[in-house]
């Protein structure tokens, strides 16, 4: 897909545009997937009806509990819902608008001049008020967040809808712009041409894509915004911009002290020194006075259903407009009775005033152990790679260490999806020894095809042919066979320094792009990424599935005669109960199924042929 391609300036970068020497590149996201699967299931269930009309007030705040907006307050699906792509966010959740529509396709629209991109049109409202009882439309914006900066000719618009003449009527514009922190915008409405039972309002914002680049796999998404804390309302004035609320703002991240995910069998002989010591929150008081808040957690393993800790920070006072990071002293070490997984809900919740909005005040953390190391936490928001003269024999290398002697048994990589699929080209998975920190001796090299899926964040699992043996420190990396950009998705919110290098014309180099490639080593001494004990007795082969924990899209490996002769998936919760099924194909979507454990049986003509048990997050 074309975008207008960002180019993120490192000091070694001397010419705002490619050069002939290949460097290192990050650019957009090709598309949103998971935008597409969840608004296939969305779509079916959505209904031709009219909008209900709704009363004052009108408050969103964009919780990312669902990717798309309320269908309750909101008539279209273009804005992405999320906590990952804003920067100094004033509460959990913000809606983005960028260049893809509601599939997370790019627009077909889309060109070097300004087109008209995402729209969000509110419900009908009643605004059948007199207008002297102060109504008042606000919001918070900002350009480009984490992700690419809207240029001149783009822009933010805010229309109202004009029953009387059936005109939208442009109310106010941002255009675009670098990076600035969230922004108060309110209007007061006292125009009889707005005060009438059925009034919206919609912001949209105009995109451009260049077509100023040489190579194809560097295309992707463009011109980002993000908007929070919608609110309509009567009896305000202008200086009432914000609720008098108390609210998380960024996602915690992991407790472990080195990685955001590890093979559960390498945390239960390390735990005394990978298990961390805090979990660690961040919170807001978006009130003009000083408020008094206490801090409680949760943690519940997940395939047990039960909880297994509980405590309290206590309380303290925070004052207006301060953000605040702390970190809640964890007296706690994860256990289970699994033996080749868990998974961990952390939950973090602020006891606030009763006026205070609650939808904000708690917030989920999910800690999983698998059979993988990880550093990135699942959400790609850019592509990294290398590119120009020199790129064809370019290397990168992600380093990781085990605490204990084990076997290297696959790869797994997020690519990303490019314009017209032209990143999909042969490569080499590459493992090196570590030298002091750089890659080493080669140890290990494969031939693979790099294929982005169907899905955002899918991970694609390349199996050694030869299982490798490692200790201690190891990189795993890819070396390629052309100066084609791979677009490796880059998670801008985890930031494992000094873990990256790249290879270019001879010379290892650590890596100056902030983030965390997503590429992951998958350990054991079998391919099994998660099950229980002996859960079917009757079923004596595990089959094997990734990736898991699983979002989107679930893959099952089976042997070709079984695919021959006719396969049937079905899926079960942890009481037994039959939830869904499948046909024909080693590819399930779950983004059905709500975040939990459930077991999936394989079966073929009346013979079951294997099982799993498998994280929905």
Known sequence: MIRKIKYLTFLFLIAPVLSSYGQEIVTGLGRNPRLLDAWQKRDLLKSDSPMDTVGLPFFDDFIPKNIFPSNERWADDDVYINNTYPVNQLSQGVATFDALDYRGLLYKEAGPLAFEADHLTSAPIDLDVDPSENVFLSFFYQPQGIADQPELQDSLVLQFYSAGDNEWHHVWKAEGRGLHNFKPVIIKIDNPLYLYRGFRFRFINYASISSDFDDQSMAGNADHWNI?????????????????????????????????????????????????????????????????????????????????????????????????????????????????????????????????????????????????????????????????????????????????????????????????????????????????????????????????????????????????????????????????????????????????????????????????????????????????????????????????????????????????????????????????????????????????VYLIIISSGNKVIGYNRFIRL
Not at 317 to 345: K, Q
Not at 432 to 451: F, I, S
Request: a negative charge; glycine letters at 6%; aromatic letters at 14%.
């Open 228 to 596: 929070d804390y919608v609110y309509l309302d009567r009896n305000r004035s202008f200086s009432d911009t914000i609720p008098a609320d108390v609210a998380f703002t960024r996602s915690p991240g992991s407790v472990l002290n080195t990685y955001e995910s590890m093979p559960w069998e390498q945390f239960k002989n390390v735990f005394l020194s990978e298990m961390g010591s805090f979990i660690k929150i961040n919170y807001r008081n978006n009130d003009k006075v000083t408020r008094n808040v206490t801090r409680n957690f949760t943690i519940r393993d997940m395939y047990e259903g039960t909880g297994v800790h509980a405590f309290s920070a206590g309380a303290t006072n925070i004052e207006p407009d301060e953000w605040v990071t702390y970190n809640a002293n964890l007296i706690y070490t994860f256990n289970s009775p699994y033996t080749d997984s868990a998974m961990f809900r952390i939950r973090s919740v602020l006891i606030t005033d009763d006026f205070d909005p609650k939808v904000n005040d708690t917030i989920d953390y999910y800690q999983v152990f698998s059979n993988y190391f990880s550093y990135d936490d699942g959400s790609a928001e850019s592509g990294y790679g290398i590119n120009g003269q020199g790129a064809s024999n370019a290397m990168v290398s992600v380093r990781y260490r085990t605490f204990e002697p084990d076997t290297l048994r696959a790869v797994m990589i997020a690519f990303n999806d490019s314009y017209r699929s032209s990143n999909q080209r042969y490569f080499n998975i590459a493992v090196w020894d570590d030298d002091n920190g750089m890659p080493g001796e080669l140890l290990y090299e494969q031939e693979e095809m790099a294929d982005p899926g169907e899905n955002i964040n899918e991970f694609m699992q390349f199996r050694l042919n030869d299982p490798l043996p490692v200790d201690a420190y190891f990189h795993i990396g890819w070396i390629q066979q052309s100066e084609t950009f791979l677009n490796v998705s880059l998670d801008m919110n985890t930031l494992p320094e000094g873990r990256r290098h790249y290879y270019i014309n001879g010379v290892w180099s650590e890596s100056e792009v902030a983030g965390s490639l997503m590429i992951r080593p998958v350990m054991g001494s079998a391919l099994i990424p998660s099950g229980i004990d002996d859960i079917c007795p009757q079923i004596n082969k595990r089959i094997n599935i990734w990736p898991n924990p699983v979002k989107n899209i679930l893959n099952i490996e089976i042997p070709d005669n079984d695919l021959v002769m006719g396969i049937d998936i079905n899926i079960y919760d942890n009481y037994g109960r039959w939830l869904m099924s499948e046909t024909q194909t080693p590819r399930v979507n779950v983004t059905s199924l709500p975040p939990g």
